[in-house]
């Protein structure tokens, strides 16, 4: 007898042992494992068959259609904590989910793996990805440690916000924010990707208006209406 028949042979004695442990609750459907979050059994007319979610993911008895098999965020496993052996790749640590990128100090970058592929995808700006709920958040809520916290600042000297990112009348965060300068109506600061600061000016005659985050004329922003009327030296 050939060493491959075996252990085939005992591959079978094996799954069939623990099958037959199994009593199902019901004639037919899923069920989980005591003790191992990604391993279930389906039984059909009270006959157990045991089966392992796709790498990464768990299954999920509440859930109310065919395919029960979910991300670790989305199911209390409870006291069910064993997993199957890992199958990672490069960037996946399982071979389904999402996970960090490998680099603590980068914290906006995360990999949705799909049976072992990575797709490379990244946080809208000012965001962290956070491993425990699957998506981006801000970072006093991810509390990422590592993260890279060096300060850029401009040649003036300013630096972009970081408690909280800008956001657009949808509640959506502006990629590239402007900031009105605090003294100087001409001049104001760009924040590229939300964190790399520049120092910008209007041109001669127009001033910055920070609610439009566009130039504008004098008259149309609040404070600044007689910006060139005072002195020639704020023209140059």
């Known amino acids: 007898m050939s060493q491959f028949t075996v252990y085939t042979i005992f591959v079978a004695a094996f799954f069939a042992s623990a099958n037959a ?3 199902c609750p019901k004639p037919n459907g899923q069920f989980e494992d005591d003790i191992q979050c990604d391993k279930y059994y389906e039984c059909d007319d009270g006959v157990a068959k045991e089966k392992l979610c796709p790498d990464g993911l ?4 509440l859930i109310r259609r065919i395919n029960k098999c979910e991300p670790p965020f989305n199911v209390d496993c409870g006291d069910r904590i064993e997993l199957q052996p890992p199958k990672s790749t490069k960037f996946c640590p399982r071979k389904n989910g999402f996970y960090a990128h490998p680099d603590a ?3 906006n970058i995360f990999y949705n793996c799909i049976d072992g592929d990575a797709l490379e995808m990244k946080c809208t700006t000012g965001l962290h990805f956070d491993e425990y709920s699957g998506t981006c958040v801000w970072p006093d809520t991810a509390k990422r440690e590592g993260c ?3 300060e850029k600042k401009s040649e003036s000297g300013f630096s972009c916000p970081k408690d909280q990112p800008k956001t657009d009348a949808r509640g959506q965060v502006v990629t590239h ?3 009105a300068h605090p003294t100087d109506c001409q001049k ?6 939300g964190d790399d600061p520049r120092d910008l000016g209007c041109q001669l005659g127009e001033v910055f208006n920070e609610e439009t985050e566009m130039c504008d004329a004098p008259e149309n922003v609040p404070g600044c209406e007689d910006w060139y009327k005072d002195t020639d030296d704020k023209k140059q």
């Open 58 to 61: 768990v299954f999920d008895p």
């Open 188 to 193: 104001f600061y760009a924040c590229l990707n």
């Open 105 to 107: 100090a980068v914290c």
């Open 177 to 179: 924010p402007k900031y």
């Open 148 to 150: 890279s916290n060096l």
């Open 21 to 23: 442990q199994f009593k």
